[in-house]
């Protein structure tokens, strides 16, 4: 037998996807290998001239009944990312609103965003007309994490879509029959049209697969996923140049000041942390509270957490933990925090139940303890006292993780919010700039680079491109070798006198 017969029979040709509440079957897929990739991606590097040459206003056209269609078929998405997630009724209504309000929002503005401009031309080319316009990169790969399977890549898809490339997309194994039904309406939207062409492809498949999409000769690479992922992704596009936004994992604070209203603190953590079943790349992982407050405020998340009620019903406030093998971080993570000293006030080891895990409330945690600087991915909040709101943002800053913060106070809010190292900060409010497309969303550090949403999110996915046209003789040239001798000296005469001052 040779070694390639070996890896044949080695490695599963297809994978399941599975409800994680009860482990029924969702769907199967094919893992899809380097030439398949290969394949797709130069289907749709077939169709980039027809999308990039629609106007803005023909792309709008499409964009929009795809949106209708989703917001038709609303129930079936909601409910498919609950089976594929196990996450609440509610957690996959929310999501499905904000994906839909970011395509909204990237369709609505990318003309204004992206169309030619005019540029001052400046002193020195006075005699030119400049313009900068942004054209699309040609085919965008995107790849998807599991825990918002419609929310997290739209936006991505729907951004790059309306800036006129198109998408090869993998969404994650767990999820895949998400991203199918996201692939499938859009096709549908495009009626007689999507039988011959499409924007937006579907790969399915593993880590291999998401690899093989790094190799397959796009233009540009859009993750989303975990920071050691990330680093692998890289790797893989720095072969070939492919530039890449990274959008990676987290270790969010919530800072509540000795001023803060420490009800709507309180509340705005138990939701920051738990919704998801903490599954949330913006979810609260830490928090610093003033010790003025602490007393009050721990014991009032502490009566909150207790009325949340874990189970697989559509209605219940926490669902299950999708990917399995989150439940032994999750798990190391309590164990290590409780062992290097922290006070666990709701919950301990003993709530991991798999696939569930109950909330565990753990305070006074040592700042270099796992469950401090590791991203947990699970429903654990660790509360911290600090001395003042200043100690709060030093420790929040000593992540090597920057994605999002929240800050609680009556007064300081704007101070520390323009103090904290993170790409995002909602201020009395919690994850604001998840729910407003008008904003970039990103982060620092571990936790990425480039920026989904907002007018930057339209810009992530499009090249600028420069034209300067003379438009009138000049009384000198300095760009010519038969310019007369005195030209560089008036050159020069003429900047000191008028940028001097
Ligand atoms: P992973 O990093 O495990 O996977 C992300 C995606 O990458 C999946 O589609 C995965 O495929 C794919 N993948 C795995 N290996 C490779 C590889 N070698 N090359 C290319 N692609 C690969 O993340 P999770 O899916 O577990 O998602 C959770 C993480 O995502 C958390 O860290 C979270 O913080 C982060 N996240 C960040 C967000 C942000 O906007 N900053 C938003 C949401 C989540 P497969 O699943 O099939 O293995």
Redesign the pocket.
Known sequence: MSGNEVDTLAVPATFDSVDPRNGELVAMYPIQQLHDVRDTVEQARADTDWWSGLSFAGRTRRLTKWRQLILNRFDELADLVSRETGKPSADARIEVVLGVDHLHWATKNAKRVLRRRHVAPGMLMFNHVATVEYQPYGVVGV??????PVF?PMGSIAYALAAGNTVVF?????TTRVGQWLVDTFVESLGDEGMHRTPLRLIT???IT??AL?RSGIDKLAF??????AR??MG?CAESLTPVLM????KDALLVDSTANLKSAADAVVWGALANAGQT?VGVERVYVADAVAEEFISMVCDHVASLRIGGDTSADIGPIT?PSQIDIIERHINDGVAAGGQPLVGGSSSVRPPYVSPVVLVDVPEDASAVTE?T?GPVIIINRVPSLDVAVARTNASRYG?GATVFSRRNGNRAARSLRVGMVGINSILPYVAMPSLP?G?VGN??FGRIHGADGLREFAMPKSVARKVLPAAMNPTSFNRPFWTVRALVSLTKSLYRW
Do not use: D, H, Q
């Not at 959008?247 to 987290?250: K, L, S």
């Open positions: 790849i998807g994490p599991w825990n918002y997290t993998k969404p994650s194994e767990y498949g593993n880590g998401g690899a790094c989303t996923g975990s920071t050691a992922t692998r992704v893989a959008e990676c994992g987290g790349c990917m991203e991915f994605l969303f982060g936790s990425g």
